[in-house]
């Protein structure tokens, strides 16, 4: 390799920093900030920080082969609109903008999307209370096109669906988050930001001395090593684990909680034949005694119709089928006094999830509610998607967003998005501006 070299004698100091720069980068592949995780929280946040900062060095960092294949690939394709969140919290002002700009993108990448809409039916006299009050918190969010519509209503909107009233919102679309997520992605490149997968990060820790002869080695003072032995030198890192953000939070020295517990959703599928029953997403109305929203009919964009999911404690982190087993993650879950609680406060919801997951009849009795004329001959089990849910030592569903930092050499230059919850992927470039700022804040680029 040619090297160019510089006399010592005759260089300017602005000379031997750019030197001892490139000398760092070539040796220990530094950067300005590395991003470890690629699903569509971290690919969204990292091409928002290229944007910002054209002239910063950013590396995105995934386990996997690929990016985005766990809960940005795992998940029902839904646009969401806002309506079920607090006014004025987090969740409503990041879904209800996060929605209006990834119809906003798709149309600008040319990425295809169906605005189907959606229906929250109420198919009880009890549940006419909650629709009006799911009515108002839409209105304040300022979600666009909402109505209240009777049953004549839901038999034009959706004629094989059976309810007394409905929320209807025909702003809710659906999309292939992944195949969104990858355009992120390929944003982030084409703008001059470098991605590795297979690098499954073990080690985040400040190095203990300078590149020799070199003082301004330290100016990137973050080594964050893998599983491979493989090292990367930064300034500054942010992590967006998913599934992971607590162990990656640990292994910064940061706290472990929130926890995250994964819980699996099953999907039934409607057959072919049988799509004509389905237009848009059909919802029910959420139980406020139970933590979950329950099943519901949601339309992809390859035509077929997923109906679910249930909620079960998934025995692997990433573990997608019924006998998926981790011991790690097993013994993890099953020993925090968070999940612990949580059990004890919904045993019967939990009993009645396990038991629609086994015996698929218990599930499509449930849809019948909404739509009669399904029978268990109409659907097949299809796939899951495992959803990292944060718990706090209480046995609280941590709703809301949680960033985490810490103090000392190391923590002081981390930030770890510790629970992006959903509509995490309708919000994602929202969250991705909210994750920038936050950056900038605490690392002053």
């Known amino acids: 390799m040619y090297t160019k070299h510089v006399s010592l004698r005759s260089a300017t100091p602005q000379t031997l920093r750019l030197q001892a720069d490139l000398w760092c980068r070539l040796y220990f592949s530094a950067y300005d ?21 054209p002239s910063l060095r950013f590396i995105l960092l995934e386990k996997e082969k690929e990016l985005a294949v766990h809960q940005s690939g795992h998940n029902s394709g839904v646009i969401h609109s806002g309506i079920y969140y607090t006014p004025g919290s987090l969740k409503a002002r990041l879904c209800v903008r996060g929605a209006t700009l990834a119809y906003e993108y798709c149309d600008k990448k040319g990425l295809p999307y169906k605005k189907c809409g959606k229906l929250i039916v109420a198919v009880e006299q009890e549940q006419i209370p909650r629709l009006h009050a799911l009515y108002e918190r839409g209105m304040k969010n300022n979600v666009p096109d909402l109505s209240i519509i009777d049953a004549k209503g839901i038999r034009e909107r959706e004629p094989y669906c059976r309810g007394i009233m409905a929320l209807d919102s025909p702003y809710t679309g659906i999309v292939d988050w992944r195949m969104v997520a990858l355009r992120y992605g390929q944003d982030f490149e084409e703008a001059g930001g470098t991605v590795v997968t297979e690098s499954e990060v073990n080690d985040i820790a400040t190095v203990t001395e300078s590149p020799a002869g070199s003082t301004e080695g330290m100016k990137y003072p973050i080594a964050i090593r893998d599983k491979k032995g493989n090292e990367v030198r930064c300034r500054y890192v942010l992590t967006c684990g998913g599934l992971y953000s607590d162990r990656l939070s640990q292994i910064s020295g940061c706290s472990r909680e929130p926890r995250i517990v994964p819980f699996r959703g099953d999907y039934l599928v409607l057959k072919p034949e049988k799509h004509y029953l389905v237009k848009g997403n059909i919802y029910p109305v959420p139980d406020p005694r139970f933590p979950f929203l329950g099943v519901h009919f949601t339309p992809r964009m390859d035509g077929s119709v997923w109906l679910g999911p249930n909620a079960v404690l998934a025995f692997k982190r990433e573990g997608y089928k019924v006998y998926d087993f981790n011991v790690r993650d097993f013994v993890d879950a099953l020993s925090f006094r968070g999940l612990q609680k949580l ?13 629609r997951g086994v015996f698929i009849g218990a599930q499509v009795k449930i849809l019948q509610k909404y739509i009669p004329e399904l029978s268990l001959s109409d659907v097949i089990r299809g796939p899951a998607g495992v959803r990292a849910q944060a718990l706090d030592r209480d046995g609280n569903l941590v709703d809301d967003f949680v960033f985490d930092g810490g103090v000392g050499d190391v923590g002081s230059r981390v930030l770890h998005v510790r629970n992006a919850p959903s509509p995490a992927a309708t919000s994602s470039l929202a969250i991705g501006e909210m994750v920038a700022d936050e950056v900038e804040s605490r690392f002053a680029l």
């Not at 590395?34 to 569509?40: E, T």
Request: aromatic fraction near 6%; charged fraction near 15%.
């Open 343 to 355: 059990v004890l406060k919904n045993i019967t919801y939990g009993i009645g999830e396990m038991y």
């Open 33 to 53: 900030v590395a991003v470890v995780g690629g699903g569509i929280v971290g690919l969204a946040t990292v091409r928002e920080l290229i944007l910002r900062h």
